[in-house]
């Protein structure tokens, strides 16, 4: 694909590009339409404030929501479940530089992920610093260009572009690293290093990944992890021992698992940054299944318009009839409110 | 007397400039108002991108002010700030700032408004090209911020605050700055609408092409590459489109403006209005294009003028020139001329505006 990108004729280049997006179509077929409507005007932003790249997006157990979000610096707001502001979080914290993932847990604490700092931060449910994993590097060291060639050795506290996170029902934290990593490590509850799968290196193998990208956990304990450049989703046990792949549903971006006694999974085929050409013909959905891996609907396309997808980072499927979603283009956040799935032609995608 | 006067002026102003050469282009007097903006205290206008006036009057100002930041992060500089985007009721007062601490904003580079009042921003670092409607909200947005800026950046490319890490500036892999046929820019410069809604970019100075979207904002298509030719451009600096959806283009660095139809194809270019930085095409019926043979701001000693012509090239008159003076421009960057005769001007290297009142 490179040495077909370079070849100098912006024709070929289109002919070239529609089988890379034709690669990240979703494969499963006869997937149900589910219906949807956005709510409008769903948060109300202090005056004179917009939101920016609206990255990470989650709520607590009263229903308020968080966006993680990359306005001129990182920025953390609380709005209550009727999208009134409530307050900004973590102004001026020093793990805030390039927002990538907001996650809320069962005790309602807030975490955060910032992929700017390399840090995984845990704050109470009122806003209070509790505990940081990994380290921002020091500035003391300058500004450090990319380095050319192979990501250097991972380090068990130490992480390189972070993505997501998540918690077991024991309360063993998960954080699926990243961009420059490419492995799911866990910690106990007090940020103890415990396993890790995968490693720097990238591959293609079960249990290795090329840019874990989102990462939540079941009520089984079992971590899902969108691998998105590997186009697939992993599910790995409890100890971080592969159990499964879909590599059905498009391109890995985000995964959501809801709460309650019968879970769902909701996966995102976000389509590329910067819309080339093709891409919005062959991704944006979302798909709604089982734990099981039984594909119950879809929803969603591309598009720039209210109530259309621009590259969703990140679903909260807290109520799985009502799913709020964070778009990176078009600074949105939008709730979704779910319908049921429309009859479907053939029965073989149950 | 005075006209015996300016017309000499003019004739030694043709004799220094042959490329802004055309026979006896006469002078339009004008006045100015140089501090036509009241500021709070604690705010300064900087290097002025754009000036624009919406259907009420108000002015809207998007300028470069206080300070653009890189912060250190994971082996990615991030960018921040420098940019800021301010209303003014038409008597100068100050209203509000717009856009507080957006993501979107690090290099004003232009702002226009359009018939409906919506607030266009075009911002040449982040390669924004932001539609928020009257009260400020974004309601569109084209083009990406690039997620990080490069270190250290190569020698001499200009280009490299629209490069590096994921998003924004991207090269197509086409023809040398044809871009990418997409809404992703680089270093884009100026945006324009037809009457059916249809969106035109200027992009810019990193790629060299025009792209045209739908309203919805689907890319439509784009044209253009690196070159001198018809249909090429050397920096794609301004854009303006008239009433029959023709799209004239400033082509700053190759001297022209050329003139497209709505599709792109080629109809005509004009060579005799110096180097284009910033034109404006007034509305209703008689529409009048206006077009700034900028100074660069590092010489205040060649060029500045204004020129003021009919669509179809022909020169009616100039006015102005390089300098610090009131009724002197630095570095025009945005023409206002909502009002044929009424003008707000913006200036980089004076950073300032300035309001005309023409008296051809």
């Known amino acids: 694909m490179k040495r077909c990108l370079a070849i100098v004729s912006a024709v070929v280049l289109v002919w070239c590009a529609a089988p890379l997006f034709g690669q990240q179509k979703a494969t499963i077929q006869n997937v149900p339409e589910i219906p949807y409507t956005s709510v409008p005007n769903l948060l109300k932003v202090p005056a004179g404030e917009t939101l920016g790249e609206s990255v990470g997006i989650a709520t607590n157990s009263k229903g308020h929501i968080f966006v993680f ?80 060639g192979p990501n250097a050795p991972a380090q068990k506290y130490i992480f390189c572009r972070p993505t997501d996170v998540g918690w077991d029902p024991q309360g063993n934290i998960f954080v699926s690293d990243g961009y420059c990593n490419n492995r799911v490590v866990k910690f106990d509850k007090n940020g103890r290093f415990v396993a890790q799968a995968g490693s720097e290196k990238a591959g293609k193998e079960p249990a290795q990944f090329n840019l874990p990208h989102g990462l939540q956990v079941d009520g089984q304990g079992n971590v899902w992890v969108a691998d998105r450049t590997n186009i697939r989703y992993q599910v790995l046990d409890n100890d971080l021992k592969p159990k499964k792949i879909y590599d059905n549903l498009g391109v890995g971006w985000t995964v959501c698992v809801s709460q309650g006694p019968h879970q769902y999974v909701f996966a995102s085929n976000s389509n590329p940054n910067g819309n080339p050409p093709g891409s919005w013909e062959n991704t944006g959905e979302i798909y709604k299944m089982e734990l099981d891996g039984t594909v119950i609907g879809r929803f969603g396309r591309a598009s720039k318009e209210f109530g259309g997808f621009q590259v969703v980072h990140m679903m909260d499927c807290r109520n799985p009839n009502e799913i709020l979603v964070g778009e990176i283009e078009s600074w949105r956040v939008q709730k979704l409110i779910l319908g049921q799935p429309a009859a479907t032609k053939t029965s073989s995608s149950r | 007397m005075r006209r015996l006067l300016s017309s000499l002026l003019a004739t ?40 624009a006036a919406n259907s009420k009057g108000d002015i809207f100002v998007y300028t470069r002010t206080g300070h653009p930041t890189v912060s250190l992060g994971t082996a990615r500089p991030f960018a921040h700030g420098g940019s800021r985007l301010f209303q003014f009721d038409k008597t100068g007062k100050f209203v509000r700032e717009i856009g507080a601490n957006s993501y979107g904003f690090v290099f004003a580079q232009q702002v226009r408004i359009d018939p409906q009042d919506n607030i266009w921003i075009v911002d040449q670092m982040t390669n924004f090209v932001e539609k928020l409607d009257p009260a400020g909200h974004p309601q569109l947005l084209l083009g990406r911020k690039p997620e990080a800026i490069p270190v250290p950046a190569p020698r001499g490319d200009a280009g490299a605050g629209a490069r590096g890490g994921e998003g924004g500036g991207a090269r197509g892999g086409g ?97 005799n209005v110096g180097t284009p930085t910033a034109l404006c095409i007034t509305p209703g019926p008689n529409q009048i294009l ?71």
């Open chain 1, 69 to 148: 979000f990359r306005s001129n610096n990182t920025r953390l707001w609380e709005f209550d479940k009727n999208g009134n502001f409530v307050k900004e979080i973590g102004k001026g914290y020093y793990g805030f530089e390039f927002a990538h993932s907001v996650r809320v847990d069962v005790q309602d604490n807030i975490w955060t992920v910032d992929e700017g700092t390399n840090t995984v931060t845990k704050f109470s449910p009122e806003g209070k610093f509790l505990m940081v994993l990994g380290r921002r590097p020091p500035a003391v060291l300058g500004a450090v260009a990319s380095p050319a």
């Open chain 2, 290 to 360: 206006y077009s700034s043979n900028s100074n660069p701001p590092e010489d205040f000693d060649v060029a500045g003028e204004i020129y003021k012509m009919k669509l179809d090239g022909t020169i009616v008159g100039k006015f102005g020139k390089a300098g610090k003076l009131p009724k002197e421009f630095g570095t025009v960057n945005a023409i206002d001329c909502r009002s044929e005769n009424n003008l707000l001007i913006g200036e980089i290297a004076n950073m300032r505006v300035q309001k005309l009142t023409l008296r051809p």
């Open chain 2, 12 to 51: 030694m102003l043709l004799a220094a400039f042959p490329a802004a050469g055309q026979n006896a282009v006469p002078d339009i007097p004008f006045d100015s108002v140089a501090n036509p903006l009241s500021l709070p205290d604690d705010i300064y206008l900087g290097e002025i991108g754009g000036v």
């Open chain 2, 175 to 271: 023809l040398p700055g044809a871009g990418a046929q997409s809404d992703v820019f680089n270093r884009p410069t100026d945006v324009a609408w037809d009457s059916a809604g249809n969106i035109f970019v200027a992009d810019g100075v990193g790629n060299a092409r025009v792209a045209k979207f739908n309203s919805k904002g689907v890319f439509v298509k784009s044209w253009g590459s690196s070159g001198n030719g018809p249909g090429q451009f050397g920096t794609v600096r301004a854009i303006a489109v008239d009433a029959q959806g023709n799209v004239y283009v400033a082509d700053s660095t190759n001297k022209r403006i050329q003139v497209f139809d709505n599709n792109g194809t080629f109809k005509t270019q004009y060579t």
